[in-house]
């Protein structure tokens, strides 16, 4: 059963950090002010217990964020947050519809609050980093953006909880974030949408940049040290694809795993179900069954739009006869996640089949 989203109505909870230590300058930190945007996750979520690490999900309690941020304050000196629940959900259970309507909220403060530094939502780690790519996608927000999210719910021993959403405070406020796309603050590390995976169940450091590594840190003192930036590519194709915010239902886009014997039914079935692209991920470099490229030559036939990924977790699959004699794409160094996120975009928001190796290039 979906769960029943809370009243989104803007109706906010304000609190206001005050100074921790006489010898800092209130003047230099009165008027910063944070909106946290709740959407469900472990942040938000209750242990049965101290070591309640793994099943604390079984309980069913998932909060609104003013509860969970009130009991966790004072986090950082001098800023004021003001709370807005958006879902109460388990990120496992994210779906389009929830992108685009938290695309759209993101959007709408984004165009309205100009009393306010940066929008934190607070997410279920399973999907931040999908969720924080359609986000980077679709916004052109003038506010920064941060995702962050908890690997143990806040009442159990050793959470990170208050300790991300700390940091993700002092990323949103920070005027050198400013213009770097949609975030994501875990473990005290700054990460782009675009290169940020999940790569550990269950430790503390779970997020990662495997190739290029993270923007920068959040040091203890909540100072932000960036030590690389972003490249954010242009062209007439990316900016069509904010119009993907205005459609409910997306075509589907499917990811076929390559593995050794792989006899292409899934591909086959992925056709079937009436996909409109599927991503292959294929064995290192980028290569997948014979039976497989059987299979996906059929669906190119079919008008479907083929890209080839790798399971590798750096590297990329580079522009190649193997793939253009084909009529397939090469995915480039794009997690295979995040290249289905982005073709569901590019369908979406009608982007020309001509366009979409170049897009894909570009991302």
Known sequence: MRPVPLDR?????????????????SAAHASRRVLVVGAGGTVAMVGRFAYDWVEYGENGQVRPVADV???????????????????????TGIEWQDWVELGRLVRTLGATRDDVQGIVITHG???????????????????????????????????????NLRAALAVAIAPECRGLGVLVVMNNAVFAARDVRKVSNFALEAFAAPEFGPLGRVDPDGTVVLRRRPVRHQSAACERLAAALDVEHP?????????????????????????????????PP??????????????VAAGVIVVQA????????????????????SGGDLAANKLRIL???????SVPRESIGELLLRH
């Open 9 to 25: 109505a803007m109706q906010s909870v304000h609190v206001d950090h005050t100074m921790q230590s006489a010898d800092m300058d």
């Open 343 to 349: 073709l569901m975009i590019a369908l979406s928001a």
């Open 310 to 329: 790798s399971r590798a977790a750096c590297g990329g699959v580079v522009p190649q006869h193997y793939n253009s004699a084909d009529g397939i794409e």
């Open 69 to 91: 941020v009130t009991e966790l304050q004072p986090l950082l000196p001098g800023v004021e947050v003001e709370l807005t629940s958006f879902r109460t959900l388990a990120s």
């Open 286 to 299: 980028g290569r997948c069954t014979p039976a497989e490229r059987a299979a996906l030559r059929d669906c």
């Open 251 to 283: 075509p589907r886009v499917d990811i076929a795993y390559s593995h050794a014997g792989a006899d292409g039914t899934a591909i086959r079935a992925f056709l079937a179900a009436g996909a409109r692209a599927i991503v292959s991920l294929g064995m």
């Open 125 to 163: 780690t399973a999907t931040l980093e999908e969720t924080a790519w359609f986000l980077d996608l679709v916004l052109e927000c003038p506010l920064t953006v941060v995702l962050v999210g908890a690997q143990r719910p806040p009442n159990t021993a050793g959470s990170d909880a208050a300790p």
